[in-house]
């Protein structure tokens, strides 16, 4: 928003001389933008210029004019956290931060190799200080495990609490990251595949957990059905929450079980597009998809991890031939690609194959 300020209005052809004399006068104001229009510069102060500095303005640039001015704020940029540990952590140590860190809504999780255990608390703090928008800050404690995918953290800065509100592509998700799967990650990923969606399909998310894949393909499109599956009952509840936070009840048709057996009972043959994120056990659960896509075919969104490009070309012999063990055929790979790293060497890959 502009702001109106004291300034010091001079000719172009002064103005690099202007701006060096009020930074030797301490009266430039540092948060605002220096503006220009055809002819003048304005130079933002913090303060009217006292009568000495006026008088030595005034002797030093010609035609000095002191007047108000709408400015801009400039843009600030945060210091990095590494920056507020350069004095807190042995110098031997620094290289070991982590690089990467994940927010969920105003929870910020990071993983803190053995080495710079005795300095969470202090990498903790010092991402607080850098991210005002985080309340939390929790460290992973263990590996994503189970059939319902969840992992342990532990709080090590801020606010003692793992459920929050994760804003995405203009859709909102109540979330728990101790009780459902989540990841901000995939976040691009979301995107693409509602993208792909045409209206008037029917979409089956396998493992739909609280929701990402199928509220933003309900938000993007005005006809579409989306049978939104986990076998998670808490993650369902999360689901459930979200459809009418966002306003999609109509399209997105929350289930709860396992997704082998939803698409036997309820959902043989009805799908146009499957979405399977579960890159754990995608492979065990081929069956299901073919038995989801109607008769002459149609989309499998498939997710699994592979080791590097190398990887991803056996995962697509691997998946073609799992496909064809249920009298179906992949057509083609319509597109591939490595999407995170989840381990050195480790990725997590996607195939959409037009499967008949």
């Not at 220009?36 to 510069?41: A, K, P």
Request: aromatic share 8%.
């Amino acid at each position: 928003m502009p702001r109106k300020t004291p300034c010091l209005k001079v000719h172009k052809i002064n103005g690099e001389k202007t701006i060096a004399l009020a930074y030797s006068l301490g009266i430039i104001d540092e948060e605002l933008k220096i503006q220009r229009d055809e002819d003048h510069i304005y130079v933002p102060l913090t303060r009217n210029p006292s009568q000495n500095e006026t008088q030595r303005l005034n002797q030093q640039i010609e035609s000095l004019e002191i007047s108000t001015y709408n400015f801009q704020e400039r843009k600030t940029y945060p210091k990095k956290f590494k920056e507020f540990l350069e004095d807190r952590l042995p110098p031997s140590l620094l290289a070991s931060l982590p690089r990467a860190i994940d927010f969920v809504g105003d929870i910020a999780i990071i993983e803190i190799p053995p080495e710079l255990e005795p300095y969470k608390t202090e990498i903790g703090n010092a991402i607080l200080r850098t991210y005002k928008n985080v309340q939390t800050v929790l460290a992973k404690a263990g590996a994503v495990k189970g059939e319902y995918r969840i992992r342990e953290f532990s709080l090590i800065a801020g606010v003692n609490k793992t459920e929050t509100v994760h804003k995405e592509h203009g859709c909102k998700f109540h979330v728990d990251l101790t009780r459902a799967y989540f990841s901000p990650r995939l976040s691009n990923e979301h995107l693409r595949v509602a993208s792909m969606v045409n209206e008037s399909e029917t979409v089956i998310d396998m493992f739909a957990g609280v929701g990402p894949f199928s509220i933003l393909i309900a938000k993007k499109h005005k006809n579409v059905k989306v049978y939104a599956v986990d076998i998670n009952p808490d993650a369902v509840a999360f689901l459930e929450r979200n459809i009418k936070l966002n306003r999609v009840e109509r399209k997105v048709h929350p289930i709860i079980g396992d997704a082998r057996q939803v698409v036997k009972q309820q959902l043989h043959g009805l799908a146009d597009r499957v979405v399977m994120n579960l890159p754990e056990k995608a492979l065990d659960f081929v069956d299901a998809a073919c038995e989801a896509i109607k008769p002459d075919g149609g989309i499998i969104h498939f997710y699994s991890f592979v080791n590097g490009k190398e990887g991803l070309e056996n995962l697509k012999l691997q998946f073609t031939k799992e496909i064809e063990k249920f009298k179906r055929r992949v057509n083609r790979i319509v597109f591939s690609r490595l999407v995170r790293e989840t381990a050195p060497y480790k990725w997590q890959a996607v195939l959409d194959a037009w499967v008949s």
